[in-house]
């Protein structure tokens, strides 16, 4: 008697959860405005202005934006790393302005990515590097200066802060939960004289 009651109220559980994730899916249809044939019969939706173009908390959509913030700020600092190593100091002083010419940064950072440009717009956005004009163009901006803006080792220790941020965030979020099947109790076959 006792296991009825518990498979009753298993299956009740699972009704239950059933029909609150047919409400979620009817709520998310109704603000959805790919699901209406006419324009006119979507509800307007009011949004929060610091919300606005944000992806709901928890899901894989804000994860992957966080995914997405840590690989520019590693192709952010690789190409600091870059330009460090391999442009001119304009003075002997460690912590002197290093800049290398667009050509030829290029042509060195073209056999690690397709991307230059991209991610030269990006660390200018974020104030790691500087150079003249909206963008650059090969050939007609080779000889233009890109220059880091602080030295090395403090932009190095800034963008490793922000990974590192960025990475307890993703470990801080939480997947998910799915409860776990019960196992049915197995009846034992009865043997047939």
Not at 30 to 57: C, E
Not at 65 to 90: D, F, P, T
Not at 114 to 140: S, V
Not at 163 to 189: N, T
Request: charged share 30%; aromatic share 6%.
């Amino acid at each position: 008697m006792e296991a009825k009651g518990n498979t009753e109220r298993s299956v009740l559980s699972r009704i239950n959860m059933f029909n609150q994730h047919v409400e979620e899916h009817k709520n998310w249809q109704r603000v959805n405005p790919f699901s209406h044939y006419n324009v006119r019969d979507v509800p307007k939706r009011s949004i929060q202005k610091d919300l606005y173009g944000t992806p709901p908390a928890g899901s894989l959509s804000e994860r992957r934006a966080v995914q997405a913030q840590i690989l520019s700020l590693q192709e952010i600092l690789q190409l600091c790393e870059l330009i460090n190593e391999n442009g001119e100091r304009q003075s002997a002083d460690e912590a002197a302005e290093v800049s290398i010419m667009f050509g030829v940064l290029f042509e060195m950072y073209d056999h690690i990515s397709d991307k230059l440009l991209g991610t030269l717009l990006c660390a200018r956005k974020h104030k790691y590097i500087d150079f003249e004009g909206e963008t650059l163009f090969q050939g007609r901006d080779d000889k233009k200066g890109v220059r880091l803006l602080r030295p090395f080792e403090e932009l190095r220790d800034g963008i490793l802060n922000k990974i590192k941020s960025l990475r307890c965030i993703l470990a801080e979020q939480p997947v998910e939960p799915v409860e776990p099947v019960k196992p049915v109790e197995s009846v034992e076959p009865v043997e047939q004289p």
